[in-house]
């Protein structure tokens, strides 16, 4: 018998071993990977085709709301004529930067309970305590969890697309 032919054996014989060790190094590469990301939520500001420009992150976006609140205050002077219109302009750029704040929070939280999570089950794989029965929901949560970071993702691109065709909408002929 050839190596080859040894090694093809030993994968089938071991193909739920090999299953779990190769998506424990994609599930390490993912909490590795996690570490080092900021987090991060899109630009306030939009470039000439109303498309936000970039993600940013916190220290950025704290920047952003600086300098959109000076700009706002600036445009009140200049516009106290129509303060009905500038106070609902205010509003929705209080809005937009709240909820952004709060994406960056629930980003942040997220990523703490992982690193928690993983922390949890490295002391007890040190020790010797680690039930591999339990990390069943673990390995659940974390699916789910990147399930709904996808979700999210197609919604804010399909978002995205929708502003942009109510921005400019297509010529009919």
């Not at 060790?21 to 991060?40: N, P, T, Y």
């Not at 959109?68 to 009140?76: C, D, H, L, T, V």
């Amino acid at each position: 018998m050839d190596v080859l032919s040894k090694i093809l054996k030993w994968l089938d014989h071991n193909r739920y071993l090999v299953i779990a060790f190769a998506l424990a190094v994609v599930a390490m590469a993912g909490v590795v990977s996690m570490i080092g990301c900021e987090s991060a939520t899109m630009s306030l500001f939009n470039s000439d085709d109303g498309t936000p420009t970039a993600k940013v992150g916190r220290a950025e976006f704290n920047r952003q709301v600086i300098t959109g609140e000076k700009n706002f205050a600036i445009k009140r002077i200049e516009l106290e004529a129509q303060v009905t219109a500038f106070n609902e302009e205010v509003a929705a750029f209080n809005k937009q930067a709240e909820a952004g704040s709060e994406d960056l929070d629930r980003q942040d939280e997220f990523r703490q309970e992982i690193m928690n999570t993983v922390a949890l089950v490295a002391t007890q794989a040190a020790e010797g305590t680690l039930n591999p029965v339990s990390l069943i929901p673990l390995g659940i949560g974390i699916f789910g969890g990147f399930m709904g970071l996808g979700l999210a993702g197609d919604n804010r691109r399909k978002d995205g697309v929708i502003t942009d065709l109510k921005a400019n909408p297509p010529a009919v002929t």
